[in-house]
């Protein structure tokens, strides 16, 4: 079953646009940061999806070079799976482009691969997985 898990946005200031969501009425969690991917993390509970505040924490990660392209704004939506291993190899025999085939432990210890934009319509495309059991 799929789902929408998060959308991903951009910011310069994770400091700033946390404030301006606490300032909306929003619960924001802990921040977070995923050191592979070279981003600080903070997520917002919205109903039944989040949005994923996403602040470089090197000039060198994919969310700095995306800000110094485009500015702040939306990076990715991300749609949860219940089998990411077995979505990500269906995809794989169809044909679809991955930004990468490994399934990574991203932020709270879920799984994740994107999908690149060219196979999704012009969306980054992130999957996500709930943690799996015995892991975390």
């Known amino acids: ?6 959308l991903g ?3 310069k200031s994770l400091a700033q646009a946390t404030q301006f969501y606490r300032g909306l009425g929003l619960e924001v969690l802990d921040e977070e940061i995923v050191p592979q991917e ?3 993390v903070a997520m917002v509970p919205v109903g039944e999806s989040r949005i994923e505040l996403l602040e470089p924490t090197s000039e060198d990660s994919t969310i700095a070079k995306f800000l110094a392209k485009r500015g702040e704004g939306l990076h990715h939506v991300a749609l949860h799976v219940d089998n990411l ?8 025999k169809n044909g679809t482009r991955l930004i990468s085939e490994d399934i990574k432990i991203g932020a709270g210890g879920h799984l994740y691969v994107f999908v690149h934009p060219s196979s999704a319509g012009g969306v980054l495309l992130e999957l996500v997985q709930d943690e799996p059991l015995g892991v975390g």
């Open 1 to 6: 079953m799929f789902s929408i898990d998060h």
């Open 9 to 11: 946005i951009a910011v």
């Open 38 to 40: 070279k981003v600080r």
């Open 85 to 92: 291993e077995a979505t990500v190899e269906r995809l794989k």
